[in-house]
């Protein structure tokens, strides 16, 4: 091969080798998100897919402060919404995912008592995340709003920063907590063998529907909107139900 288009040959490798794209994810997406992104490179090699995680509120505050950001993954609609009604997301957020809540105990305790365990004298620390920034802690105080529990177990509450740490605390420092279903899939999870859960019923909170928004950092990116479609994908569809999320079909 001529020197001259060997050398045309390595700069264009090295051009799609360059390429990335930056993901905000919500926490509680951070187990489903690896297998999307191994699938998605599948697709596309080339593409480095950069993850950031944390609570929704705290990387929505991050954007808004010109953080550089491709697309946002929220754990609700409506903090992408606002972002796109303020002028902070090039695209109307559609949802990619539904979640769900559970009530989760380490230590097996019996929980076909359902909310009214919450009240239990042996219940001494209830792990939520913080309702301020993550719409699962949001989700949580409806749900104990609704039940008329709220009052009896406020001082019970403990404050995670986003649902991936009301998972640690749920492990660590509490008898009980409420954190995504999704969060189940993880490799810690797989491993407590005497933890028990069951789901919070749905009546009781809004509807946790995800959705997903294109940030004005990926305004001139094809590779931002090549991983925002694929989100879409009867594959990415599929991975997302694997691990405890509904999907439109």
Same mark, same amino acid.
């Given at each position: 091969?001529?020197?001259?288009y060997?050398v045309?040959l390595?700069l264009?490798?090295?051009s799609?080798?360059a390429?990335?794209?930056t993901?905000?994810?919500a926490?509680?997406v951070?187990?489903a998100?690896?297998? &999307?992104?191994? @699938?998605?490179? $599948?697709?596309y090699? +080339?593409? %480095?897919?950069?993850i ?6 705290k990387l929505v505050?991050?954007?808004k402060?010109g ?6 993954m929220a754990a609700?609609m409506?903090y992408p919404?606002?972002?796109y009604k303020?002028?902070f997301?090039?695209?109307k957020?559609?949802?990619?995912a539904r979640?769900?809540l559970i009530l989760?105990s ?11 365990l919450?009240n239990d004298?042996k219940v001494?620390? &209830?792990?939520i @995340?913080?309702? $301020?920034?993550?719409p +699962?802690g %949001?989700?949580t ?8 529990l709220l009052?009896?177990?406020q001082k019970?509450?403990?404050y ?12 660590k420092?509490a008898?009980l907590g409420?954190i ?5 899939y993880s ?6 063998k005497?933890a ?8 009781l909170y809004?509807?946790i529907e995800?959705g997903?928004t294109?940030?004005p950092?990926a305004?001139?990116?094809?590779e931002?909107k090549?991983f ?15 691990y405890?999320?509904?999907v439109?079909e």
């Amino acid at each position: 091969m001529p020197i001259k288009y060997l050398v045309l040959l390595v700069l264009f490798l090295t051009s799609l080798q360059a390429k990335s794209v930056t993901i905000a994810v919500a926490a509680n997406v951070s187990y489903a998100i690896n297998s &999307i992104k191994d @699938a998605f490179n $599948k697709e596309y090699p +080339y593409t %480095k897919v950069n993850i950031i995680l944390g609570s929704t509120g705290k990387l929505v505050a991050l954007i808004k402060n010109g953080a550089p950001y491709d697309i946002l993954m929220a754990a609700d609609m409506h903090y992408p919404t606002a972002l796109y009604k303020d002028g902070f997301a090039l695209t109307k957020p559609k949802v990619y995912a539904r979640g769900s809540l559970i009530l989760f105990s380490k230590e097996g305790l019996d929980l076909s008592k359902g909310l009214s365990l919450l009240n239990d004298s042996k219940v001494k620390k &209830i792990a939520i @995340a913080n309702p $301020k920034t993550a719409p +699962y802690g %949001k989700a949580t105080i409806e749900a104990l709003k609704k039940s008329q529990l709220l009052k009896v177990v406020q001082k019970k509450l403990i404050y995670a920063q986003s649902a991936s740490q009301a998972v640690t605390y749920s492990l660590k420092v509490a008898n009980l907590g409420f954190i995504p279903k999704s969060t189940l899939y993880s490799p810690l999870m797989q491993k407590q063998k005497e933890a028990k859960w069951i789901e919070v019923d749905p009546t009781l909170y809004t509807p946790i529907e995800q959705g997903a928004t294109l940030l004005p950092h990926a305004k001139s990116s094809s590779e931002a909107k090549k991983f925002y479609d694929f989100l879409y994908s009867k594959e990415a569809k599929a991975i997302f139900q694997k691990y405890g999320y509904s999907v439109d079909e």
